[in-house]
């Protein structure tokens, strides 16, 4: 029941922590320059996606 609070003290806070999208909180992607070794095929990439534990190239990572 605070409606007349200013929208500023809202988007001060977490304007980009929590937003609408629909992006799943548990999406994590990893970067490495460098490249590194998938856990499942073992091919080196420099894009990895946390899959079921395990840091993934995205071939092996499960979109589903
Ligand atoms: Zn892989």
Known sequence: M???QPLSEFSSTD???NGD???PA???Y???SDGA???QCETSTEKQWLDDAQFVC???K???
């Open 2 to 4: 605070s409606e007349d």
């Open 26 to 28: 548990t999406v994590t």
């Open 15 to 17: 304007s980009t922590a």
């Open 62 to 64: 499960s979109w589903d």
């Open 58 to 60: 995205p071939d092996c």
């Open 30 to 32: 990893r970067w490495q």
């Open 37 to 39: 070794v998938c856990e």
């Open 21 to 23: 999208t629909a992006e």
